[in-house]
Nanobody
């Protein structure tokens, strides 16, 4: 059983920045694909960014150049640095772990609200 705990959500003005964190219970990052997803009201959950076991990253077109996913093996934590935030980035952000060994897990979600 793997637990993912997100933090860092909150309210921010357009153009601002926010960093989300996802702490995993145990040393699982090196054998897992870690991703950040988001779901806005009335919309489907979508992939925002992911980092593979080898370190390669993937981003949704809507966040390229603004968001950066990274990980810290020592802290078993994945981060999502969000810059130049827009109103359309408002959503609940979820951390996802996908591992051949452990299966798939989701965090509880953290709300990010971008508003003036």
């Amino acid at each position: 059983q793997v637990q993912l705990v997100e933090s860092g959500g909150g309210s921010v003005q357009p153009g601002g920045s926010r960093r989300l964190s996802c702490a995993a219970s145990g040393s699982v990052l090196s054998i897992s694909v870690m991703g950040w997803y988001r779901q806005a009201p009335g919309k489907e959950r979508e992939l925002v960014a992911a980092i593979a076991t080898g370190g390669s990253t993937t981003y949704a077109d809507s966040v390229k150049g603004r968001f950066t996913i990274s990980r810290d093996f020592a802290k078993n934590t994945v981060y999502l640095q969000m810059n130049s935030l827009k109103v359309d980035d408002t959503a609940v952000y979820y951390c996802n772990l996908n591992s051949r060994v452990y299966g798939e897990y989701w965090g509880q979600g953290t709300q990010v609200t971008v508003s003036s």
